[in-house]
């Protein structure tokens, strides 16, 4: 069964710095989407790509995030400076595009910014 | 804006029993879907159920059922002979359903322990 794979699993930065999330949906979606889950918290939207633009973004995707679809297969999520509030759980999704479409999730990278 | 309430953080089943996970929503619209999301300790969000907001019937997939109540904005998620495996924290989810690729809105989610 297709599935969306993430990388890094786990990812250690020192704040300030900047960190690429990269993911690859399932083939055939061709929207695609980022959530962030702080410990002990609910999963939060992040923003929505399609078409090679961001389609949605909540008020937390502000400048210092930016999502890109480098090639036909990888879509990726950058931090440019990260701060200690960055930590979390980062979670790509995918859907087709139909009304009825489901987001199917990746395992996730966990950020431990230090 | 929508919302999704999930009142109950901790609930705990015998292996075996039947167990009814709680949520509610706030919305002002007339077309949208409602998820189950299963999250085990390894964190991966899992897709459990799926129900559609203009279907009368309610979803059932194997040993998970929902009771979907769209006048009172309920949208409960029944597991029946519950097994270990199940054991998870639970997210209910809403998506507006006018367009394609909307955002989910999550509840805070329902720790359940299954015991043996």
């Known amino acids: 069964e297709p599935e969306v794979t993430q990388t890094p699993s786990h990812q250690v930065t020192q704040m300030g710095q900047e960190v690429i999330l990269r993911c690859v949906p399932i083939?055939?979606?061709?929207?695609f989407y980022w959530y962030r889950q702080i410990l002990g918290q609910k999963v939060e939207f992040l923003v929505s790509?399609?078409?090679?633009?961001?389609?949605?973004k909540s008020e937390i995707f502000d400048d210092q995030f930016s999502v890109e679809r480098p090639d036909g297969s990888n879509f990726t999520l950058k931090i440019r400076s990260t701060k200690l509030e960055d930590s979390a759980m980062y979670f790509c999704?995918?859907?087709?595009?139909?009304?009825?479409?489901?987001?199917?999730f990746g395992p996730g990278t966990r950020l431990t910014v230090l | 804006a929508q919302t999704v309430t999930q009142s109950q953080p901790e609930m705990s089943v015998q292996e075996a029993e039947t167990v009814t996970l709680s949520c509610t929503y706030d919305?002002?619209?007339?077309?949208?879907?409602l998820f189950w999301y299963k999250q085990p300790p390894s964190r991966q969000m899992i897709l459990v159920i799926r129900?559609?907001?203009?279907?009368?019937q309610n979803a059932t997939e194997n040993r998970f059922s929902v009771n979907f109540q769209k006048a009172a904005k309920s949208f409960s998620l029944k597991i029946s002979d519950s097994q270990l495996g199940d054991a998870a924290m639970y997210f209910c989810?809403?998506?507006?359903?006018?367009?394609?690729?909307?955002?989910?809105?999550f509840g805070e989610g329902t720790q359940l322990t299954v015991n043996p």
């Open positions: 989810a809403y998506r507006r359903g006018e367009t394609s690729g909307s955002r989910l809105t």
């Open positions: 999704a995918s859907s087709e595009v139909v009304f009825t479409d489901t987001q199917y």
């Open positions: 083939s055939n979606h061709l929207y």
């Open positions: 129900q559609e907001a203009y279907k009368q």
């Open positions: 790509f399609y078409n090679n633009e961001i389609s949605e």
């Open positions: 919305t002002s619209e007339s077309d949208y879907y």
